[in-house]
Each structure stands twice: as structure tokens, then as C-alpha cells.
């Protein structure tokens, strides 16, 4: 990844400043304690584990061990702020179908409403489609209708498999994305951002 990707500059949509970077190894202690601030019911719908407040070292190390082409994970960072971080995504790439990647969301419970998951949904888009990925699949519990109802505004397309909703976005092409508000916001994303990634 060219060196100015490591860290960009960008406004949220109530104009708060805010940058937005991959994360590595050196993140562990504030993925941490990212953790320790989501509420319990977060944790459960973004982690399926109700295992405290404390995250496993395991799951550190699989969030941040990127690997290259494979694996990616951004943060959304306000440094005026005492605890900088606002959200975070990753994907992985499927190993059996690699134009495939599951994708995951997380924002503070404190941040909602703001935009983040939108942004960092198009940050991981650009990423994983400039490395040939075409289709993100994303993962939610029935019950958390919060996140449903944003991968549906953002373009997901839906199923259910009798125990989890299962949504997918075609990386590959923008004009299937809904007439919503949010889609709008994702769209704009992509538009300013896509030359950061695609060239």
C-alpha cells in the first residue's frame, strides 16, 4: 500500500476532523481497551461472546495480523479526544473463493449515528476491491435490527439462514446501491475516496 494511504484526513458528516489508518500490531493496547468501552450487548452482537470486558489474545491477534492481499483492518480516529478511537472494520478474503471477503463492523456505542460505519465501510470497499475482491459478506444476529436496518440502507442484500441474516455487497458495481440516504453518504465515500486506492 503507497505511503499515503497509511493515514488520511477527512471530515465526519457534522464536519468533526478526523483520520482514518490501517492498524497493526503496535494497536494492541487500544484495540483493548476499545473493547472494554463497547457496552456488553455491542460486544455480544459484534463479538457472539459474552466473555467480559476483557478481548482474548487470540482475537487480538487474529484482528491484527493484516495480511498483505488477505486480511485489513482501519480505524476511524478523533485525537482531540482522550480515547482517540471511533470504529474499526476488517476483512478477511475467503480462502476457497478469493474474489470474496467477509466483512465486519464495530463503532463505539458513544459514536452511532455519526457516520463512521458508512466511511469506514468505503475505506474497506476501495482496500479489498483494489485487491481484487468483489463481493463483501457480512455477518449480523436477527435481533439487532440497528445494524440490519444499516447493511440494507447501505446496499447489502439479505438472507437468512435460520440462525444468522447474512448480507453481501457487490464491490464490483456502485449503481446497485439503494436510493437511501445512507447509500448516498457511502456513495460520496467512494467517490472521494477512490482515487486514493484505484489510481
Given at each position: 500500500?503507497?505511503?499515503?494511504?497509511?493515514?488520511?484526513?477527512l471530515?465526519?458528516?457534522?464536519?468533526?476532523p478526523?483520520?482514518?489508518?490501517?492498524?497493526?500490531p503496535?494497536?494492541?493496547?487500544?484495540?483493548?481497551?476499545?473493547?472494554?468501552?463497547?457496552?456488553?450487548?455491542?460486544r455480544?452482537?459484534r463479538?457472539?461472546?459474552r466473555?467480559?470486558?476483557v478481548?482474548?489474545?487470540?482475537?487480538?491477534?487474529?484482528?491484527?495480523?493484516?495480511?498483505?492481499?488477505s486480511?485489513?483492518?482501519?480505524?476511524?480516529?478523533?485525537?482531540?479526544?482522550?480515547?482517540?478511537?471511533m470504529?474499526?472494520?476488517?476483512?478477511?478474503r475467503?480462502?476457497?473463493d478469493?474474489?470474496?471477503?467477509?466483512?465486519?463492523?464495530?463503532?463505539l456505542?458513544?459514536?452511532?449515528g455519526?457516520?463512521?460505519?458508512?466511511?469506514l465501510?468505503?475505506?474497506?470497499?476501495?482496500d479489498?476491491?483494489?485487491?481484487g475482491?468483489?463481493?463483501?459478506?457480512?455477518?449480523?444476529?436477527?435481533?439487532?435490527?440497528?445494524?440490519?436496518g444499516?447493511m440494507l440502507?447501505?446496499?447489502g442484500?439479505?438472507e437468512?439462514?435460520?440462525?444468522k441474516?447474512?448480507?453481501r455487497?457487490?464491490?464490483a458495481?456502485?449503481?446497485?446501491?439503494?436510493?437511501?440516504?445512507?447509500?448516498?453518504e457511502?456513495?460520496e465515500?467512494?467517490?472521494?475516496?477512490?482515487?486514493r486506492?484505484?489510481?
Amino acid at each position: 500500500m503507497p505511503p499515503d494511504h497509511h493515514r488520511l484526513a477527512l471530515q465526519l458528516r457534522d464536519g468533526t476532523p478526523v483520520s482514518a489508518r490501517p492498524l497493526g500490531p503496535a494497536d494492541r493496547e487500544n484495540l483493548a481497551t476499545a473493547y472494554q468501552l463497547l457496552s456488553p450487548d455491542a460486544r455480544y452482537q459484534r463479538f457472539w461472546t459474552r466473555t467480559g470486558e476483557v478481548i482474548g489474545d487470540r482475537m487480538l491477534d487474529r484482528l491484527l495480523t493484516v495480511d498483505g492481499d488477505s486480511h485489513a483492518i482501519w480505524a476511524v480516529i478523533d485525537n482531540s479526544r482522550e480515547y482517540p478511537g471511533m470504529g474499526a472494520a476488517s476483512y478477511w478474503r475467503y480462502p476457497d473463493d478469493p474474489t470474496k471477503a467477509e466483512f465486519s463492523c464495530t463503532v463505539l456505542d458513544r459514536d452511532h449515528g455519526r457516520g463512521i460505519g458508512t466511511l469506514l465501510l468505503a475505506l474497506l470497499w476501495l482496500d479489498a476491491y483494489s485487491k481484487g475482491i468483489e463481493e463483501f459478506v457480512g455477518y449480523t444476529m436477527p435481533e439487532n435490527q440497528q445494524v440490519i436496518g444499516w447493511m440494507l440502507a447501505t446496499g447489502g442484500q439479505g438472507e437468512w439462514d435460520g440462525y444468522k441474516a447474512i448480507f453481501r455487497w457487490n464491490l464490483a458495481d456502485v449503481s446497485l446501491l439503494p436510493l437511501t440516504p445512507t447509500a448516498g453518504e457511502l456513495a460520496e465515500r467512494l467517490a472521494a475516496l477512490s482515487s486514493r486506492f484505484l489510481g
